[in-house]
Structures are given as structure tokens and as C-alpha cells.
């Protein structure tokens, strides 16, 4: 059975950092683009940041831009995802998603597998 598996989640203050990373269970993940979502409590799950299955290309939601970067070891069949300089809008729960047939995904229904999510909590 595929799974995704997310860890790095946790509570930090304001201007902080942490690093996600999204372990794929087999290798045919390798070729699959990879994103990361957010969930926000009472709010829908959002495009947070996209990479293309060589790495060669990535997206990110304009909220994001300048303070995550998401990358990708198909060696270790991993993506992370480095937060830096956190806000408290950032607290939601992260869930790394994978497309086997979109180049560049950014929506849900481009998806066909998720994570169980790992939860972020950036303090004031």
C-alpha cells in the first residue's frame, strides 16, 4: 500500500523555523510532483508550495514566497519542505499530497495521495 508520511511539525515561536519532510513509502513516488497543503482550524485546505518530480521547478502560494522552500531527495524518497521567519497565519496543519499525472499541481483534485498531516503551531 502507498503511504505518505509527514514529521517535523511542532510549536514554535514567532520568526522561528522548522522543517517538514514527507517520506513516500515506494519508489514510484519518485516521479510523481509533490506539494505541500495547509489547513487552517475552520478554514479549507490550501496550496501552500509545489515541485516538479525532477526538483527542476517549484511554486509557491504568494503568502509563502520568500519565507518557505520546498525541495525534494528522490534518493531518500523524501520532500521537505524549510519554513523560515513563521508567523502565527502559518499555524495550521501541513499535509504533503503527490500527482502522478500533473506536471505542476496546485489543486486538490489533482492529487491522489496525502499524508495524514502534521501539525504547526507558530506562537505570537
Known amino acids: 500500500q502507498v503511504t505518505l508520511v509527514e514529521s517535523g511539525g511542532g510549536l514554535v515561536q514567532a520568526g522561528g523555523s522548522l522543517r517538514l519532510a514527507c517520506a513516500a513509502s515506494t519508489r514510484p513516488f519518485n516521479t510523481y510532483a509533490k506539494a505541500w497543503f495547509r489547513q487552517a482550524p475552520g478554514k479549507e485546505r490550501e496550496f501552500v508550495a509545489a515541485i516538479s518530480w525532477t526538483g527542476g521547478n517549484t511554486y509557491y502560494t504568494d503568502s509563502v514566497k520568500g519565507r518557505f522552500t520546498i525541495s525534494r531527495d528522490n534518493a531518500k524518497n523524501t520532500v521537505y519542505l524549510q519554513m523560515n521567519s513563521l508567523k502565527p497565519e502559518d499555524t495550521a496543519v501541513y499535509y504533503c499530497?503527490?500527482?502522478?499525472?500533473?506536471?505542476?499541481?496546485?489543486?486538490?483534485?489533482?492529487?491522489?495521495?496525502w499524508g495524514q498531516g502534521t501539525q504547526v503551531t507558530v506562537s505570537s
Open positions: 499530497a503527490a500527482s502522478p499525472t500533473v506536471t505542476m499541481p496546485t489543486r486538490l483534485d489533482e492529487f491522489d495521495y
